[in-house]
């Protein structure tokens, strides 16, 4: 093993596709007496600027053949990098077949995610997979005793440092973990491939599932302070967290991410001007409303309690007046598409609120995957991008709901759909006025919705429960009466679920008893 006095570099292969900072690197590599080996595009470069450069053919003695498909595939090249300097045998092999060692491996790939995302055909993306590049980052990774390996510009300062501290050589910490850099750069890499060819194939879960993410940041500690947490970004550009700008305020922290991702995906399911107030990955006030502000003042109005330091998702631009109405309501994140100067301006007098700015609303119909861990693997499954279809709802009462009822009943389960089972929602008007998440039973679930939207009413100063006169939505089927006619007792008017309890028949005779109007939807919405 090598020890760690610094290894000189004597000669060097560059071959980028991403051409940042290529001609600075190149110019000081050359002043510290390094060779430079190079290939296509980037020896042109190289020597437009004037910069001593040695054609990778030239080195090797052999053509680019195949289209530039085999040109660095070549034992004068491997065995210049793989070559293990303190093997006797390997020294012997290098002076027996010509070879000379090489020290730096300069070289990032193909762009590969890049074709396939701007749609190109077949043919394109398959000549956009590289092969001789992760050949070499691999073999220089493996054999870091000796030989260092940058895989992208943002690592070219490091070196260069590293080069002028110890005299144009590099030290085993630093190889090492460019070594390990580098083997995510391939393994990602070969995930994107990998990804892409299953898909063409029609493949959403194909034998081997590989991903990869890039760290964002590394977050002050996770849920809780006394566990460790980082972010990740998979590069997709969806609309929301992971693509936000943040304006203003302190940095997120891992409750704030999984809070907001919650609030902005709900948001998007609205046309309407909406806001969403989350608090612990549950909504606690929706609403759509005429305007941005008045849909704030409806959704605040469900559990005023609840929102003090919660997130606000919006689906409109954040203007001054919506600013102004949150007055010294303490929150932790604001997120929406844009943001008008006066807005930003004054927001910026509260310092620690985070102010994310998306540029645009996501799909909530998008085809998208959700990854959970659990002990010794990982559960993968599509994402619940399903709407409501008004043409399959179902009305299987006597009585038929009002036409503002039905608004109401889709608004009510399309919530359902973002809390927490089980998961009882009552709206009125475009708003919810109660909802009740995450309990064990269906019937706690809607006697807590009840019990939030009377809390909420006696704030208002109201002389009866919000929850009169509202719908109720379920995100799964009722199994027995009891948690239908909690509802009743709260006194929605009009239920909405998913049906398909052996006791269908039960529940609705219930609901006629009581004189509600039910639909189903056919499909649940359970979240866990």
């Not at 039905?406 to 929602?425: Q, R």
């Not at 379920?474 to 009891?482: E, L, N, Q």
């Amino acid at each position: 093993m090598a020890d760690a006095t610094p290894v000189s570099i004597a000669r060097a292969i560059i071959s980028v596709s991403d051409k940042t900072g290529l001609v600075e690197l190149g110019r000081a590599l050359a002043a510290h007496g390094v060779e430079i080996l190079s290939t296509g595009g980037s020896a042109k470069a190289l020597a437009a600027a004037g910069i001593a450069v040695t054609e990778v053919s030239a080195h090797t003695g052999f053509p680019e053949i195949m289209d530039g498909r085999v040109k660095t595939l070549h034992p004068t090249v491997h065995g210049g990098i793989l070559a293990r300097r303190d093997e006797a045998e390997h020294l012997a092999a290098m002076e027996r077949h010509a070879i000379r060692p090489i020290d730096l491996v300069i070289v990032n790939l193909y762009p590969f995610r890049e074709t396939v995302a701007r749609g190109a055909a077949w043919d394109e993306c398959v000549e956009n997979i590289d092969i001789g590049g992760p050949a070499m980052i691999r073999a220089a990774a493996k054999n870091h005793d000796f030989v260092a390996v940058v895989t992208a510009p943002a690592q070219y300062p490091a070196l260069l440092e590293e080069l002028s501290a110890h005299g144009g050589g590099t030290t085993l910490p630093l190889r090492r973990r460019l070594a390990a850099e580098a083997y995510a750069h391939t393994a990602a890499y070969d995930a994107a491939v990998a990804g892409w060819m299953a898909a063409q194939a029609g493949e959403t879960f194909p034998a081997t599932f590989v991903a990869a993410a890039e760290r964002r940041q590394v977050l002050r500690y996770g849920e809780n302070p006394h566990q460790q947490a980082a972010f990740y970004t998979t590069g997709e550009q969806r609309a929301g967290v992971a693509t936000a700008r943040q304006v203003q305020g302190k940095e997120l922290s891992f409750n704030n991410f999984n809070d907001t991702d919650a609030a902005f995906e709900l948001a998007a399911e609205f046309v309407q001007p909406a806001v969403v107030i989350v608090k612990h990955a549950n909504p606690c006030g929706v609403a759509t409303g005429a305007t941005i502000l008045d849909a704030w003042g409806r959704a605040l109005a469900c559990d005023p309690v609840s929102a003090f330091g919660g997130i606000v998702a919006i689906n409109r631009p954040l203007d001054k007046a919506l600013v102004d109405a949150f007055g010294k309501l303490f929150l932790e994140v604001i997120i929406a598409p844009d943001a008008t100067e006066e807005a930003m301006a004054a927001l910026a007098r509260k310092a620690n609120l985070r102010l994310l700015l998306t540029g645009g609303m996501p799909d909530p119909a998008a085809a998208a995957m959700n990854l959970r861990s659990v002990a010794g693997g990982y559960l993968l499954q599509t994402r619940d991008a399903r709407a409501i279809d008004p043409a399959a709802l179902q009305v299987v009462t006597k009585r038929q709901p009002t036409p503002q009822e039905m608004a109401d009943l889709v608004f009510a389960f399309t919530i359902a759909k973002h809390v927490k089972s089980n998961a009882i929602v009552y709206a009125r008007d475009g708003a919810t006025v109660g909802i009740g998440a995450g309990q064990m039973s269906r019937v706690d679930s809607a006697r807590m919705a009840a019990w939030k939207a009377e809390e909420a009413g006696r704030i208002a100063g109201l002389t009866e429960s919000p929850a009169k006169g509202a719908v109720a939505a379920s995100d799964a089927f009722f199994p027995f009466a009891d948690g239908l006619l909690a509802t009743a007792a709260a006194g929605a008017t009009a239920v909405i679920q998913p049906g398909g309890s052996m006791r269908d028949a039960e529940v609705i005779a219930a609901a006629d008893e009581a004189g509600l109007a039910m639909v189903l939807t056919g499909h649940r919405h359970f979240r866990h």
